[in-house]
């Protein structure tokens, strides 16, 4: 969810607007004399979002990326099984 708001309410609001941006995912467009001047999102989304400029700053990162979705669909893949060994052992997230 997207919400803009002034900078004023902003101020106002801003322990309730950051513990919704970390736990809701939401976004606030924050503006300044009615202009969009700032955007407040959750830290664990920003740092995502730096990840993925970082892997699209590098081309040769990209082209793996591209050649790996070719080989995809291609059929040309190998199974965790058939790489290492053995069977992948995947446990539900409740169960960690």
Same mark, same amino acid.
């Given at each position: 969810?997207?919400?803009?708001?002034?900078?004023?309410?902003?101020?106002? +609001?801003?322990? !309730?607007?950051?513990?919704?941006? &970390?736990?809701?995912?939401?976004?606030?467009?924050?503006?300044?004399?009615?202009?969009?001047?700032?955007?407040?999102? @959750?830290?664990?989304?920003?740092?995502?979002? &730096?990840?993925?400029? !970082?892997?699209?700053?590098?081309?040769?990162?990209?082209? @793996?990326?591209?050649?790996?979705?070719? !080989?995809?669909?291609?059929?040309?893949?190998?199974?965790?099984?058939?790489?290492? @060994?053995?069977?992948? +052992?995947?446990?539900?997230?409740?169960?960690?």
């Amino acid at each position: 969810m997207t919400k803009t708001l002034p900078i004023s309410e902003a101020r106002i +609001n801003l322990r !309730d607007l950051v513990e919704k941006a &970390q736990r809701l995912r939401s976004h606030y467009v924050i503006t300044r004399n009615g202009k969009p001047d700032a955007v407040l999102i @959750g830290h664990n989304e920003y740092e995502s979002w &730096q990840e993925t400029l !970082d892997v699209l700053a590098d081309s040769d990162e990209v082209a @793996g990326i591209f050649e790996g979705l070719t !080989d995809l669909k291609a059929g040309r893949s190998v199974s965790f099984k058939e790489t290492f @060994g053995e069977a992948l +052992n995947v446990r539900s997230a409740k169960g960690r």
